[in-house]
Structures are given as C-alpha cells and as structure tokens.
C-alpha cells in the first residue's frame, strides 16, 4: 500500500490506523519531510531547546509543541515556514508516528509501541527535529545516491568524541554522526548539494579516513546504529577500501588507477540520533517518549521548503 | 572623557573623532552591547554567514550590513531586535570601531588603523558577532565577578582542537575559548547567569581541570591571547592553584578547608576570537577587515535586550 502514500497526510493517516509495516519510512511520501520526534516534561523543554540551539548542526529544530500539552499544533523554528504549514490541522503528536518508544526514569518501558496516548499528559512537550533523508533525495536526484539507499540498507551511524555545548540538565554529550562514502573528487559537489539543507544537518562535519581519528569513531566496520557500511557491490566491508583506488575500465572490470580522486573516502554529517543520546545520558526524570529509530513522523512541509 | 561617554552612539561618536584613547571599549558605554566586526568581500558571506549559523556559540552572529556594500545599516539575526535598534541611524561601519585592522590576501597590511574609510568598498559586507562583555555585566551584578576585571587585565583566550562544523570555504576551523576562574560550588549559578545570553556565547561549554585537557589547552598559563590568569591576589599563576583549596577565615588569613566546592577551577567560554581565526584560517583572496582585538563596535541596542 505504500505506492499509495504520496503526501506527509497519507503517511500519518497509514501511521494512526496501523497499516505502515515498513521496515522504515524512508521512501515514504517522497520530498514530504521526516523528523525525528522526542517528547520531555515540560520541564526540560528550556534546556532541551537551548541545547539544540547550541547545536544546530547534530540537533536541528524545526518545530515544537504549540504549547505545554499540545499534541495537535506546533511552532515552526524555520524562519520561512509557519507551525501550519510544516504538521496542518489534521495530526496527532502521539498517533502519527509509525512506532514509538517510552522510557519512564530514564528506562525503557515499551519498545515501538503503536501510540503514546496513555503516556502522554497534558505537561508533556513534543520537539521534531531534522532528519537526513531530506538531503539524501537531492544527492540522488543529482546523480549521487547514497550507497546504502542502492544497497537497500540503512545508513551507519557512530557515536564520537566531539563533544555537544552543553545546555542545563544536559551536559557531556557527544555528536553522532552518520556516514556515506564518496569519491573523494565528488566531495565539493556533495559538500555543495547539502549545505542548503541547514535545517536538516547541511553540510559534512567531516570527511576522509583522518576525520575517522580525530573523531574518535572506533571502528568503521562497526557502526554504534544502522547497518555496516560496503563497498559498491556491497561484498566487501568498506574499512577493506581504505588507501585502494579501483575504477571501472570499458569491460566493466575493475582496474587499478593513480587518480586520487578515486579514492572513496567516509563523509560524515550530523545525526538525528544526537539528542536522543543526549537525552538518554542525562538521566531524566518522568516519563520520556521518542519515535522507533527509522520511523519518523512525516511532515506536511517539503524538503524543498527547507532548503536555503 | 570616558564617564560622558553614556550611550552607544556617544561610543561611536569618540571613536570616529579618534578620542577613545583607552587599551579597550570594556567597560565603555555600560549595559550597551558591543560587537566584533568582521569585514569581508562578498563572495564569501554566504559561507561566513553558514559558519555562523552552524558554530553559534562561539559564533554568535547579532546582524550583517543591510545590502553588499552598505556601511551604515545592518538587518538583525536576532529574533526580537530590528536592525535600527541594534545599530541606529546615526553610524558608520568603516569609522565607529576605535581601531581596525586591515587584511590583504590574508596578510596583514594595516594594526590598529583609526578608520577604514580608503580600504571599503560596495563588494564588502560587515558581520556583527556579539562578545562576552554583555554576560560578564551580569555576572558582575549577581556578586560574581570576572576575576580579570577585578585585576584590571585581559580575559585570557586559548585555541583549542575542539573542530569547528565548517562551511564552504572555512574549514579546519577550531573554538578559540576565553576562561574565567570560579569556586566549584559557583559553576552552577554562573551557568545560570550567562545562559540568558544565548546571542553572545551564552553558558559556559566546559569547565574543570579536566576541560583543560579535553579542549587541549596546551598551557593554561600561557593564553595564546589576552593577559595569563592568576589567582585570587593577583600574585601567583592559576595554574599553581590546580588541586589547591583555600578560603579566608574570620581574621582575613588563608586557611586550609576541605571542602572540594572551594576549589577554584577554569570555566570555559566560546569566544569572539574564533570567527577571526576561522578567516585567517581560510586563506581568503581581496581585502579583509576586522576591529582591533579588544576595540569593539558599541551597539544601540542593551546587553537585556539580547538576554532570553
């Protein structure tokens, strides 16, 4: 039924009535934007948009609950677009995610549950942060998909040791990052393509096998989320490509060359993934909900509407 | 003549007839924001601008030159200020600041020029970035002082590995920090008191010993700029007083206590400095401009009406 679902509505209407069994909703409503959904106490709200302010590039708002128990209207935090045109009238803050999670004292009580709507109260306020896959549309339109959407896989994701500005009750975070390779001759044009995306990570953060160091990113092959990331024929783990230069000759076979910018590199942006972490870390009291990772709430503004 | 010297615009007007004659504007014009300039060639302000909006805290862009080549007004960055209150009618980007410093293809031409009338043209655009002035008046009114103006000396700066988020052609960038000794037992309340501050850096980013190594400070003793920190008589370096705790008895003598909340440790801040270095950085082609270290632009608007 998912050739069906053409607008962020249909998306959440498929989510209230149960009926997305994806394994994600990347691919959903195609250019309709996705965000990542995170409810806290009302008292956490301050230090929570503070923190995202202080981190815009890891922690991108775009919109938050219209008011302390609100659960049907947010205000936008994009300068162009209004809380109704990015989530209209016809929406339900604790339904119209496919799945959710509920951590009550900073425990998980319920792992992708269908809805929040006993969890929720009337001091519970709902954030919607940016979401990568804003951009990936427009790699792909340019010519440069992502690996893992060709691989049909999901994008690796690494915790790391650059460290978040800290903001009240959460302090000592760290940026996740998530990771596509390129040739390291296509990365101007991929750094270009993405930086119009500020309010959904924009640019890279970093790139090439040194970022992997100063990082902190452990083990490539490893990713903290997601799958682990290939190489093109998605046989070989991609940490194997590090120093190797491979192109393909007129046969279709594979040949050495001395053009380093063959090279295919780890480009790393930041991740959505970031303030949950920081959520997580800071040891909140009362009841916490969040989507089911890869199950985003999709909203009624487009890609396009976010892009500077 | 300093203590006519009331408003902003009185500010400004010293400065463009060359009459401030002292080592910075801190403590000029009290309770009136003031601002680094930064002055840049047009092609680059859309990168300078995303360099900004992507590293807020040591980067806190107030406001920018209403058009290319526009020197006496600036549109806001600031929610609740427009542009003519954060700089009025009656101002002059190339003469306000008491002293500039002139770049030419990244190599330094002019130190501490009075005006930068002759260099100026309708390609450049001046940048707005607010400064550590505005919080440290509200620390002083909350009975917690910088230790640096009690001693009449520079708040002292350092680089750091932390990484700037790059944009466009700023990259490798890191946060250059300022630091402010406090009591363990303080730190909580002096976060309290600079995250009102969110448009001029805000709460702190790190503290502790610890932080020292963290941001990878080389030496907290030797700033790479401003004056070297010392202790609370202004007799022996800050750094001699790491794991010691003293507190004056009744009598006014130093005494041991154990108490670890007297412990005075480093409190870490985003700092001004870093878009200047990330420019330097840059290896930038044409003329560039910037105020001179501790000369800032005074504004009209008040360091209350930034305060969130």
């Known amino acids: 039924m998912n050739a069906s679902i053409v607008t962020g509505q249909q998306a959440r209407q498929a989510s209230r009535n149960n009926k997305t069994h994806s394994a994600s909703t990347s ?35 775009i919109a938050e609950s219209a008011n302390k128990g609100c659960d049907n209207a947010v205000v936008s935090h994009i300068d162009n677009l209004r809380g109704d ?3 209209g009238e016809w929406c339900d803050l604790r339904r119209d995610a496919p799945h959710y999670m509920v951590y009550k004292d900073s425990k998980l009580e ?46 690796p994701m690494y915790r790391t040791k650059l460290r978040l500005c800290p903001s009240g009750v ?11 390779p390129y040739k390291r001759r296509d990365v ?16 890279p953060l970093d790139w090439g096998w040194e970022a992997v160091e100063r990082l902190g990113i452990k083990d490539i092959d490893r990713p903290e ?19 190797q230069i491979k192109s393909r000759d007129e046969d279709g076979e594979f040949k050495e060359d001395e053009d380093e910018g063959d090279e295919e590199i780890p480009v790393f ?23 089911a990772p890869g199950h985003m709430l999709v909203l009624d503004a487009r890609d396009e509407d976010l892009a500077r």
């Open 170 to 180: 959460f302090q000592g975070g760290t940026y996740v990052v998530s990771m596509r």
């Open 269 to 291: 942006w930041g991740c959505g993934v970031t303030p949950q972490e920081a959520v997580m870390r800071a040891g909140l009291e009362g009841v916490v909900m969040a989507h």
């Open 225 to 243: 989320w997601g799958d682990a990331p290939l190489d093109g024929d998605g046989k070989k783990a991609f940490g194997e490509m590090r120093g």
């Open 188 to 203: 101007d044009k991929v750094r270009d393509i993405t930086r119009r995306f500020g309010a959904t990570h924009g640019e």
């Open 110 to 155: 319920k792992s992708h549950c269908d809805d929040v709507v006993a969890e929720w109260t009337d001091d519970h306020v709902a954030f919607l942060i940016g979401c990568s896959y804003s951009f990936e549309t427009a790699l792909a339109t340019a010519g440069l998909p992502p690996r893992q959407l060709l691989l049909g896989r999901n994008v």
């Open 85 to 87: 045109e990015i989530l």
């Open 27 to 61: 691919g959903l409503a195609p250019g309709y934007l996705q965000a990542n959904l995170i409810i806290l106490p009302s008292r956490y709200a301050n230090d929570f948009r503070n923190l995202c302010a202080r981190n815009p590039v890891p922690c991108p708002l």
